[in-house]
């Protein structure tokens, strides 16, 4: 079964930032909207944000402003430019797919880790 492999993950400052990737395993069609979730020690995982086919984003409140997702439709990868990274950032990031429209299913990441810490 295809999965979404997520890379860019490590230590950084605060205030520091990195670029997380994510790209498929194998071959998927009709990805549909792509999205970075986080899940910090624990917590559940939630929404850091999304992005649809089309270009339209969104963001989870503590994120925006810092991050900005993008995908490159053609290779199926999403992107998450993490700028003026805080403590609190500190998390596992996952990447997941919504694919198809008719029946949709989500396809998942095993996630990277970022630790924002001095």
């Known amino acids: 079964q295809v999965q979404l492999v997520e890379s860019g993950g490590g230590l950084v400052q605060p205030g520091g930032s990195l670029r997380l990737s994510c790209v498929p395993s194998?071959?998927?069609?009709?990805?549909?909207?792509m999205g970075w979730y986080r899940q910090a020690p624990g917590k559940q995982r939630v929404l850091a944000a999304t992005?649809?086919?089309?270009?339209?984003?969104n963001y989870a409140d503590s994120v925006r402003g810092r991050f900005t997702i993008s995908r490159d439709n053609a290779n199926n990868t999403a992107y998450l430019q993490m700028l003026s990274l805080k403590p609190e950032d500190t998390a596992v990031y996952y990447c997941?797919?919504?694919?198809?429209?008719?029946?949709?299913?989500?396809?998942w990441g095993q996630g990277t880790q970022v630790t924002v810490s001095s």
């Open positions: 997941s797919a919504r694919v198809g429209t008719i029946r949709p299913y989500d396809v």
């Open positions: 194998g071959r998927i069609f009709s990805i549909e909207t």
């Open positions: 992005i649809t086919r089309g270009g339209s984003t």
